[in-house]
């Protein structure tokens, strides 16, 4: 089931830390479990979907080339906490 989990983070805070620490389960799968770079932004499986944000950034030029096809992802490993944010983890 998907369930709503309300994390608070510090500006600055990197997003994939943040939840990992948090026990969010963003490497579903053991090809995900196995397969993560670490943080290093080569997998893309801690992509996120930003259903509504406030006062982030666009998207970087690598993050449009990672994962363009998806207009509402972001990588967590990439991304530091900037303002409040909901999203959803697949």
């Given amino acids: 089931g998907k369930e ?10 990197n997003l ?23 943080g290093g932004g080569q997998c893309t499986f801690c992509a996120v979907d930003f259903v509504e944000s406030e006062g982030w950034e666009e998207r970087s030029e690598y993050e449009e080339k990672m994962i363009g096809k998806y ?3 972001r990588l967590a490993c990439m991304n530091n906490i900037q303002g409040p944010a909901t999203i959803r983890v697949e």
């Fill in 4 to 13: 709503d989990k309300t994390i608070n983070g510090q500006v600055g805070d």
């Fill in 16 to 38: 994939r830390k943040l939840l990992l620490e948090n026990d969010v389960e963003l490497y579903r799968g053991l090809k995900k479990k196995l397969g993560n770079c670490g």
């Fill in 71 to 73: 207009p509402t992802a």
